[in-house]
Structures are given as C-alpha cells and as structure tokens.
C-alpha cells in the first residue's frame, strides 16, 4: 500500500476544542468537509465498485455472528450481503480494488487529522469499507467497537482509527450511526458469548444496562472521525432514501495492511 504523507502545518489538523472532544467523548465531526460535486465522484466510484463485484457473483456465503460474507479471495475482498439476499450490506477491503475509492484515502482533509488520531506524522491505511444502507433493505450494524474485529489482523489494533465519510445525508430514519460518548476511557467492552467467534465480537449489551448511543445526523460531505474503542452502531434503513458511507481506517507506517490479511487465508494462513 501507498505510504501517505503529512502534508503542511495545517489547519486541518484537530484544534484545541477537538481534542477535548476526542479526549471526553472518543469521536470528532467536521460537517461539509467535502462537496456535493466530490460526494458525487466518490457515489459513482462506489456504485462502480459494487457493480464489479457483484455482477452474476454465485460466491459462498458464510453466516456468521449478525453477518452473511462472501469472500472472494481472488481479488482480496469480503463482500458482507443482507442476509440471503442479493443485496450488498459493505465491501471490505476496497481501495486496492478502485483507483479514485484509493485516491480519496490521501486527501489531505482525512489524512491531516488522522495524524492526531494515531499519533503519527505519516498515517497509511490499514483497511477501508463501502457500508451501504439501501432503502427499506439496509440492515443493522448491532453495536461494537471496531476492535475485537482488529486485533488479530492488525499489529497493533489499538493505534487504528477510522474516518467516516457520510456519502448521503444521514438521518435516524436512514439509519444513520449511533455513538456512545465517552465509551472508550473503558477500554475494551463485555462481548457476547451466545453466538459463534464472530458473534462474540458484538457487545453484550446486558451489561450495560444505562448504555445511551446518541444519533448523529448529519449532512452528505461530512466526516466522522474516532479510535478503535468507541462504541457504535446503526439501525436499518425504514426510509426511501439510501444511506451510503466510506470508511478508511489509518495506522502508522510499516504495518501490514488487511489486503495482506486476506491473501495469508488464501494461502491457507501460510
């Protein structure tokens, strides 16, 4: 992968009132960071990406935990479905796949935050994920941090952190994500234990009987940005609008990236 560089002294590195927002409640958002225009060329990159992949695909289908997948180890990606349908649910990962989807990662506008986010002048991608939520089909993402799922693909999962790119407006109706501010000073969550290994990733929302995950609803362009340890989730779609996102997971330099990941279980974990 691409190594990415800091790029200036930057205004578009966090400022003081966003570090306490990160430092009190584990998340940052920019609105209107990019513009309808760009909003369109990155639609069209990931509608072009889904049609790719998904075109006459008769892959197989694996359930697991909340999850159906798809691997197509050919080309180094898991498609997740909705269920038993034909309907995509995300693609990950995606970037090696789509030149313009790799080209949005080094915008400056993710990477110079980022450089805050995992304490590093030269963040590079460790993953990347189109989450798609189609009308009336999209389903839910059950609540989790993204660290159960990492630490045993990246080499240090605790030193990731995600930029999500909302490509549709996001609202409660559309599903839009839902944060739980403050959840990462507690480190690692209780997860389940009713399910297969994958389930066991979920948190076990019992034990956290005063749990409150804020919605946030926000506008197409805008960027959410937060560590391996926030708790989050998403409800479905009900609505008649879709609600598309992007995320792109950085690291510091020099770690193997989840296309790597992939290719060690192609080659049977060799």
Known sequence: M?????????????????????????Y???????TADEV??????????????????????????????????????????????????????CAHLNAALRDWAYDPRLVEPMVDLIADDEPTL???KLNLKRPHEG????????????????????????AMV??????IANGCLRVAPGSHKKGKWTTRTDGDQFLANE????????????????????VVM??????????????????RALLYSYQPPGRQHMVDTLRKLSQGGR
């Open 139 to 162: 389903g839910a993402n059950p609540p989790h941090q993204d660290y159960p799922y990492w630490v045993d693909s990246a080499e240090v999962a605790e030193d990731v952190a995600t």
């Open 166 to 171: 909302f490509l549709d407006d996001a609202t």
């Open 40 to 93: 369109g060329q990155m639609i069209s990159a990931s509608e072009s990406l889904v049609d790719d992949l998904v075109r006459e695909r008769r892959g197989l289908r694996l359930k697991v935990g909340s999850y159906v997948f798809d691997p197509d180890l050919v080309r180094d990606v898991m498609i997740k479905w909705e269920g038993d349908s034909d309907v995509v649910h995300g693609i990950e990962p």
């Open 226 to 243: 937060f560590g391996p340890f926030l708790v989050h989730q998403s409800l479905p779609n009900r609505s008649d609008r879709q609600r």
């Open 28 to 34: 940052v958002v920019r609105e209107g960071v990019f």
């Open 2 to 26: 691409k190594s990415i560089s800091s790029v200036g002294p930057a205004p578009l590195r966090l400022d003081g009132t966003e570090r306490r927002h990160l430092d009190d409640d584990g």
């Open 126 to 128: 460790f993953t990347e």
């Open 203 to 222: 948190i076990d929302m019992t034990a956290y009987p005063d749990a409150e995950l804020e919605p946030l609803e926000l506008g197409a362009g805008a």
